[in-house]
């Protein structure tokens, strides 16, 4: 039967990260993956998960399953970091998955089960893997217009002109901040409008929050996220933390449902259940454990909050530094986009022949749109990634 396969498409970021690493260039920057990298370029174990490790070490006496949800604990210590006071407990049900990614899947499978006429709206770039869960399902899909490419910013009358074509029971994915690959966020105001909208279309939001933490704040990344679930009558939300308590390879993520009708939370929580015990029973737990003993620990907590205030304020600085280097170099403000923008990404507005002419020329590698990392750069190299883009004529 194998002899049937089809070779599947290479993912374009793994290709990208290989051929890094076959680049026998001593000055070579990788600006494509997307994890945190410190200014050594590691990606650190935070303190706090290193100290709640060593307690789980030392504490822990079973490796028994949890449940199909995962530990109630870490459902509503995250459901408290992202949701906030802005939906009463009962009304949210939730499920640990390995991921945001598993989030997402699931996510999309419970749109399938509830109404599998929906279609799902989804920004205008976004993160592929979103695109390519959802071909893989065979789910109906379609952009809406997201990002400007002349001002780098959000093109929200083009995004609520196309939303304006949604119909009831469709569902419209959504990112809670720090948006990937842009770097583009939502305004308070504009989350309003979409809500409004959303709200006069009997439409469904499915956020995918990955990133709390690393733009604004913890608290000021999920205000949309917020917004929406106090406003709407059913959201389904997909949160990771694999960016936020630096945990990758743990596949750490949870996936949560809001509805207003508390009738259907027994229901909705089954449901997730069911979702789980089809695609891998239980899920994960080791970083599940590790997540709800820092949020619930308050030494830990407040040191694992400062130590993320740092990578948001380092991030944020070389944000800053690169937008100021691009002026002095071109005499324009033509990038201070770089220093508005939040989170990990920015889009850079590079052609595809200009991201290869940095990466052939000057060994900088980046994503074919011209997604760069801002973690991927330190000091050092921000004024020679300002000064090869110049060279390429970006």
């Known amino acids: 039967m194998f002899e049937t396969l089809k070779e ?64 109630p604990g870490f459902a509503d210590a995250m459901v408290s970091l992202v949701l906030g006071d802005s939906v009463p407990r009962d009304c949210v049900s939730a499920a640990a998955t390995p991921g945001g990614t598993g989030a997402v899947r699931q996510g999309f499978d419970l749109v399938k089960m509830a109404n599998p006429k929906a279609k799902v709206w989804v920004s205008d770039p976004t993160w592929p893997n979103h695109l390519s869960i959802l071909k893989h399902m065979g789910m109906e899909f379609t952009p809406y217009r997201y990002f400007d ?68 704040g913890l608290d000021e990344d999920a205000i949309g996220v917020r917004m ?21 390879r743990e596949r750490t993520g949870l996936l949560m449902t809001v509805s207003k009708d508390r009738s259907r939370s027994k229901l909705n929580q089954g449901t997730l259940n069911y979702l789980n015990r089809q695609n891998y029973s239980f899920p ?9 003993m820092v949020l619930t620990t308050p030494e830990l907590r407040a040191d694992w ?42 889009r850079l507005g590079a052609s595809p022949e200009q991201v290869e002419t940095l990466r052939r020329d000057h060994g900088i590698y980046m994503v074919g749109d011209s997604r760069l990392n801002i973690a991927g750069l330190n000091k050092t190299t921000v004024p020679l990634l300002a000064e090869a883009i110049v060279k390429s004529g970006v």
């Open 8 to 71: 599947q498409p290479a993912d374009k970021i793994l290709q990208l990260m290989q051929m890094y690493r076959e680049d026998p260039r001593e000055q070579k920057i990788d600006l494509g993956v997307g994890v945190y990298k410190d200014a050594s370029g590691n990606t650190p174990v935070m303190r706090a998960i290193k100290a709640a490790e060593k307690t789980l070490w030392e504490t822990e006496t079973t490796k028994s399953y949890t449940g199909l949800a995962g530990d």
């Open 149 to 216: 490419s002349a001002t780098r910013g959000v093109d929200f009358v083009h995004m609520i002109a196309d939303l304006t074509a949604v119909m009831p029971g469709d569902v419209v994915l959504l990112h809670g901040c720090c948006h990937n690959p842009t770097g583009a966020n939502l305004t308070q105001a504009q989350w309003k409008a979409v809500i409004e909208l959303l709200l006069d279309k009997e439409a469904v939001p499915m956020i995918d929050i990955a990133y709390q933490g690393f733009g604004d």
């Open 228 to 248: 929406v679930a106090e406003k709407m009558p059913e959201v389904i939300i997909a949160a990771s933390c694999s960016k936020n308590f630096g945990i990758y």
């Open 284 to 292: 994960p737990d080791h970083g599940a454990r590790l997540v709800t």
């Open 305 to 346: 909050a400062a130590e993320l205030e740092e990578v948001r304020n380092s991030m944020l600085g070389l944000r800053q530094q690169l937008a100021d280097e691009l002026k002095r170099l071109t005499n324009s403000d033509r990038f201070d986009f770089i220093a508005q923008h939040r989170g990990m990404f920015s």
